[in-house]
């Protein structure tokens, strides 16, 4: 199954090593994220050296290396939001669910981005959750916020992650 739709992918560019990128992209398209063992697939198919297909999931932000968690977390660490307090929200919650930017939370409950300036700079520091925009937040106030994210089990996966995170910016809340 795992080689079948890899074979797929890498057909769909006629197996052009030039197009490594876009198959990437369509197999995390495929899954919210890109499963180790199918991009071992894809480099031994290829006939390209695993290293270079893991350079560049590690060289793209916009490549993920596990599935995302049911909910979006976009902390702004721009410069306005840095100024008022950003990386001290991040450490707290970092702190508080052992993760860091980038990741996901052990029970999937959601990916922590941090992100340079999403255009809100009066709100800051400004955190979005599901696309909706927290302003005037600071550690204490982001972490109630995050705690009350509802728990729902069947949002827990990758390919629903992967849909909610097209969602645009939405109502903004102060925090
Ligand atoms: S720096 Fe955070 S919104 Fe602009």
Known sequence: MD?????QIIDRYEADPG???PMMQDLQAEHG?????????MAAEMNVPL??????????SSFRMAPKGA????????????????PRISEAICEEY??????????????????????ACALAP?????GK?????????????????????EKVSGVQAAESSSAGAGDVEGA
Do not use: W
């Open 19 to 21: 197009m490594l990128i």
């Open 98 to 119: 052992g993760i860091v930017p980038g990741g996901t939370t052990a029970d999937r409950l959601f990916t922590l981005q941090a992100v340079n300036c999403v255009g």
């Open 133 to 153: 925009y927290y302003d005037g937040i600071t550690p204490d106030s982001a972490l109630d916020i995050l705690s009350a994210l509802p728990r729902e089990e």
């Open 51 to 60: 290293t270079r297909v893991y350079g560049i999931a590690m060289f793209y």
């Open 71 to 86: 909910h979006e977390v976009t902390l702004c660490m721009g410069t306005v939001c840095h100024l008022k307090g950003a």
């Open 33 to 41: 994220y890109l499963p180790p063992e199918q991009l071992r697939i």
């Open 126 to 130: 400004v955190m979005i959750v599901d």
């Open 3 to 7: 080689k079948e739709l890899v074979t």
